[in-house]
């Protein structure tokens, strides 16, 4: 099983944003949030987590600044309503937050947050209860599909978290 798109973890992350598996236009050109009218990169600047606007090719460079990527179904590309229940990697998505430890999780969707905490009473922010020990957010899609529901205030809340967290262990 090849993966369509590489898992962006390392060690001493400040936040993991996990989706539910890459679009047709991130697939094609192997980059996260790739379609031209997702808000993810112009939010993560917009929100202060990136210094600058990135470009979706240039995923790579949040490593250094403490951010990880990954999906809930690797093998697989396009939109959630065609996703199958068979195409899910949740354990591999477990196994991999035991790994790093990220400090915090963000699903960029609450489908995607629905399917891997297996709720449907989901509200977006942050989660009363931790998954994998791990602080959990829920924010909305960025995704061009989902601008009837978006709303920038949950990705400035997850923000001003991440950054007082940070602030507060170099104290």
């Known amino acids: 099983m090849d993966d369509v798109l590489e898992d962006l973890l390392a060690d001493g992350l400040r936040i993991v944003f996990c989706g539910t598996r890459p679009g047709l236009a991130s697939a094609a050109r192997q980059a996260y949030y790739a379609k031209p009218g997702n808000r993810f990169w112009r939010t993560l600047h917009e929100t202060g987590l ?37 195409e899910l990697h949740l354990e591999r998505l477990r196994a991999s937050l035991e790994r790093y430890q990220p400090q915090c999780l963000a699903f ?16 977006f922010g942050l989660q009363s209860e931790p ?41």
């Open 50 to 86: 990136t210094p600058r606007l990135f470009a979706a090719g240039e995923y790579r460079l949040l490593l250094p600044l403490g951010i990880g990527l990954t999906d809930l179904a690797k093998a697989s590309a396009g939109q959630d309503a065609t996703l199958r229940p068979d």
């Open 108 to 123: 960029t969707s609450k489908n995607a947050a629905q399917l891997a905490l297996g709720r449907r009473d989901l509200r």
């Open 131 to 171: 998954f994998c020990g791990i602080e959990t957010h829920v924010l909305p899609s960025t995704s061009g599909l989902a601008t009837s529901h978006w709303n920038i205030e949950p990705w400035r809340a997850l923000a001003r978290r991440v950054t007082r967290e940070a602030q507060h262990a170099a104290a």
